[in-house]
């Protein structure tokens, strides 16, 4: 069973960076595509960003972003670490949520939770205006 572990949220104040981590211990994540989702307070849980399956042929990028945070965050993979990263730059106060990573088995990310068969516990992110 994949279980999945974030880390890294905090609370920043506008502007500010974090860097959230999603790891797994004992599985290799290569092979799955991973997704960022989060949630607010009284709102529904919504993608943010993902990375397709490690290795996969696909046309142009194998990442991609929700519109709301385009350029200014970043999703990449340390295979080496077996961690996969969300870089969060110029963050706002809209941003606040619970931040999870999930992995599913398509080998073309969708930000879409039908896609993603485990979950994370989740990580709080928190900005300040």
């Known amino acids: 069973q994949l279980q999945l572990v974030e880390s890294g949220g905090g609370l920043v104040q506008f502007g500010e960076s974090l860097r959230l981590s999603c790891t797994a211990s004992?599985?290799?994540?290569?092979?799955?595509?991973i997704g960022w989702f989060r949630q607010a307070p009284g709102k529904e849980r919504e993608g943010v960003s993902c990375?397709?399956?490690?290795?996969?042929?696909?046309?142009?990028?194998?990442?991609k972003y929700h519109d709301s945070v385009k350029g200014r965050f970043t999703i990449d993979r340390d295979n080496a670490n077996n961690t996969v990263y969300l870089q969060m730059n110029g963050l706002k106060p809209e941003d606040t949520a619970v931040y999870y990573c999930?992995?599913?088995?398509?080998?073309?990310?969708?930000?879409?939770?039908?896609?993603?068969?485990?979950w994370g516990q989740g990580t709080q992110v928190t900005v300040s205006s």
């Open positions: 990375i397709s399956r490690a290795g996969a042929h696909i046309p142009g990028d194998s990442t």
């Open positions: 004992g599985i290799r994540l290569d092979p799955y595509t």
């Open positions: 999930a992995a599913g088995r398509w080998a073309i990310c969708q930000i879409h939770e039908s896609d993603y068969d485990y």
